[in-house]
């Protein structure tokens, strides 16, 4: 499926604002109430609007320290890719985990209450991730500029 104009500027509008009113909607993108809905449901079952979530504040939750981890594997095997991915995906407390290319194989995003926080997640999650070699923690000392929208 390919987006058009208005295509383009409903994601915009939902990517900023996933609560609005298809009537408010309709009028953003200049639109007949009707039309907007339908493109909004052809977007989603085409999957370019893959689920609608709160953005919550980490610092009300408790958990305003982020950490950036940095892990080499002792091998780059299918089964210790999966082993490594699926035990991963299970600690809460790790936000997001990328395959890398470059030093490390993995990075992951890691949020927590602090530092001593980060010390028990390291202790009883990522220590005992399988076919981990080398793990390097950094602490991200503030946010500078942080989005979930992407460029449409």
Request: with cysteine; charged share 25%.
């Amino acid at each position: 499926m390919a987006l058009d104009s208005i295509d383009c500027a409903i994601l915009r509008v939902l990517q900023r604002q996933g609560r609005i009113s298809n009537a408010d909607l309709s009028d953003k993108v200049n639109l007949s109430q009707s039309a907007c809905h339908r493109r909004v449901q052809r977007l989603e079952a085409s999957g370019y609007v893959r689920d609608y979530v709160a953005l919550l504040d980490a610092r009300k939750l408790g958990v305003s320290t982020t950490v950036f981890v940095e892990i080499t594997l002792q091998g780059q095997s299918d089964e210790t890719l999966e082993a490594f991915e699926t035990a991963v995906a299970r600690i809460p407390d790790v936000l997001e985990c990328h395959l890398m290319a470059g030093t490390a194989d993995y990075l992951l995003k890691v949020v927590a209450e602090n530092t001593e926080d980060f010390a028990r997640i390291h202790r009883q999650h990522l220590t005992r991730l399988p076919g981990v070699a080398q793990m390097q923690s950094s602490f991200a000392l503030r946010t500078v500029f942080k989005t979930t929208a992407l460029p449409v």
